[in-house]
C-alpha cells in the first residue's frame, strides 16, 4: 500500500505563486524510477494532467507550459510543483499519482485563485 500526502496548497492572487508537495509513503518501490505526474480537478469537471516527471525527461500541459515546473527529490520520495503567473483557471484540487494513477489517490491540495 502506498500513501500520498499533497501540501502546500491555499488561496493565492492572480499572477501570484504557490509550491506545491507531495510525499509518497509505503511499498513503493525504487521511486526514483516512478514516472510521477501531478494532475488537478476543478469543480465539475474530470481530473486532468498538469505536469509529470520521469527518468530524464518531464512533461506539462499545454495550459501550464512556461508557468509551472515540476521537480522531485528521489531521497525524500517527494515530487513538487512550483506554479507561478497563477491564474483563475488554475484553481482546482491538486493531486499526485504515478503515470495512470497506479497507487491509491491521496486527498490532494486545494488551489484557489482568486483577486
Known amino acids: 500500500q502506498v500513501q500520498l500526502v499533497e501540501s502546500g496548497g491555499g488561496l493565492v492572487q492572480p499572477g501570484g505563486s504557490l509550491r506545491l508537495s507531495c510525499a509518497a509513503s509505503?511499498?513503493?518501490?525504487?521511486?526514483?524510477?516512478?514516472?510521477m505526474g501531478w494532475y488537478r480537478q476543478a469543480p465539475g469537471k474530470q481530473r486532468e494532467f498538469v505536469a509529470g516527471?520521469?527518468?530524464?525527461?518531464?512533461d506539462y500541459a499545454d495550459s501550464v507550459k512556461g508557468r509551472f515546473t515540476i521537480s522531485r527529490d528521489n531521497a525524500k520520495n517527494t515530487v513538487y510543483l512550483q506554479m507561478n503567473s497563477l491564474k483563475p483557471e488554475d484553481t482546482a484540487v491538486y493531486y499526485c499519482?504515478?503515470?495512470?494513477?497506479?497507487?491509491?489517490w491521496g486527498q490532494g491540495t486545494q488551489v484557489t485563485v482568486s483577486s
Open positions: 499519482n504515478t503515470r495512470g494513477g497506479q497507487w491509491t
Open positions: 509505503g511499498s513503493i518501490g525504487i521511486f526514483s524510477f516512478k514516472y
Open positions: 516527471s520521469g527518468v530524464g525527461s518531464t
